[in-house]
Nanobody
Framework: QVQVVESGGGLVQTGGSLRLSCAAS????????MGWYRQAPGKEREFVAR???????RYADSVKGRFTISRDNAKNTVWLQMNSLLPEDTAVYYC????????WGQGTQVTVSS
């Protein structure tokens, strides 16, 4: 059994910053990749960023240059530093952990006011 817990969401003004955290625990032997997705009201869940166990990163075009993903393999933890936030970044952010299967966290709300 694998547990995935996110934290760090909140309310911020346009141009502000937030840092999301995600920790995986349980029966974990080797995490392939950890990443973030988001879902805005009325929209489908979309990819934001991910980092592999070798440190390879990938970002959605909409967040490149503003968001930075980082990871501590020893702690099975991933962070998403979000800078220059925009109202369109408002969404529930979900952590995704790929081991043999995919595991999701419960989500954390990020709201950016204009």
């Amino acid at each position: 059994q694998v547990q995935v817990v996110e934290s760090g969401g909140g309310l911020v003004q346009t141009g502000g910053s937030l840092r999301l955290s995600c920790a995986a625990s349980g029966s974990i032997f080797n995490i392939n990749s950890m990443g973030w997705y988001r879902q805005a009201p009325g929209k489908e869940r979309e990819f934001v960023a991910r980092v592999t166990n070798t440190g390879n990163t990938r970002y959605a075009d909409s967040v490149k240059g503003r968001f930075t993903i980082s990871r501590d393999n020893a702690k099975n933890t991933v962070w998403l530093q979000m800078n220059s936030l925009l109202p369109e970044d408002t969404a529930v952010y979900y952590c995704r952990v790929l081991i043999t299967n995919v595991y999701w966290g419960q989500g954390t709300q990020v709201t950016v006011s204009s």
